[in-house]
């Protein structure tokens, strides 16, 4: 990911709108849900049953080297959680806390990588280098297929730095884009941008506009790509468990 400016998703446009309800006259309810149906009937049009199935998931074991507050931690996972949600994948969440007194590592933590899993380092910052641009957030390491990537970077420092960029966006709402469009490298493959939306690697005013109403996402052909990259890995998964079982015997 190389951007100048991120954005959000999430929480600020939902509070908003738990606080404009009380206001909204019967009209404007009526033109909410007719919206509401609109946008579920265009979800339908594109999406399969297996698809949308909650069986297709990533665990993230989260890293984290930075002092990045517990709540803004929890922002931006949920907000990453919600942009994979919307292309019918579920992430789960295992954080591990290597530093402070009350770190406790979880056992999953330390466990070996399986083909489902994605190691996300959340470092205080990084070097400059021939992979890293100058305004990077993040990077990731994607392989080309079959092989699958696993291994994502997001940077405290840099995020905090594109924040004064991005006012209208919390730090955990900033990050949780970027670890989207970084989980986003490694279950599209190598040269996974794409000119606008969530992959763009360079965020302008209109992407930035779009994150704020939750409306920056992958496209439908990146989500489909995800969705195949992340079924592949399950099957891969379940192969080389049947495989540990047979040895066994
Ligand atoms: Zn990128």
Redo the contacts with the bound molecule.
């Keep these: 990911?190389?951007n100048k400016g991120w954005k959000e998703e999430s929480d600020r446009q939902g509070s908003k709108g738990r606080q404009r309800t009380g206001g909204l006259a019967d009209s404007s309810w009526a033109i909410l849900l007719m919206v509401l149906v609109a946008a579920g009937n265009g979800w339908a049009r594109h999406q399969t049953p297996a698809d949308v199935s909650k069986e297709l998931h990533l665990t993230v074991k989260v890293y984290i080297y930075a002092p990045i507050p517990q709540y803004e931690l929890a922002t931006a996972e949920r907000v990453a959680g919600k942009i994979f949600q919307n292309v019918g994948v579920e992430l789960s969440w295992v954080d591990c806390p290597l530093t402070g007194p009350t770190a406790q590592l979880n056992p999953t933590c330390t466990a070996p990588n399986t083909p489902t899993d994605i190691h996300l380092n959340i470092v205080p910052d990084f070097a400059e280098g021939p992979w890293v641009g100058k305004s990077a957030m993040g990077f990731a390491v994607a392989l080309p297929p079959p092989s699958h990537g696993q291994c994502a970077s997001v940077s405290y420092v840099r995020a905090m730095g594109l924040l004064r960029d991005a006012r209208e966006l919390t730090l955990g709402e900033l990050l949780g884009h970027g670890i989207a469009?970084e989980i986003g490298?490694l279950t599209l493959g190598t040269n996974s941008?794409s000119p606008s939306g969530l992959m763009c690697?360079h965020w302008n005013v209109h992407e930035l506009k779009l994150a704020a109403y939750s409306q920056l996402r992958f496209s439908e052909e990146q989500a489909a790509t995800i969705r195949s990259d992340v079924r592949a890995r399950q099957t891969q998964y379940e192969a080389s468990k049947s495989d540990q079982l047979a040895s066994q015997k």
């Design positions: 990911m190389k469009h490298h941008h690697a």
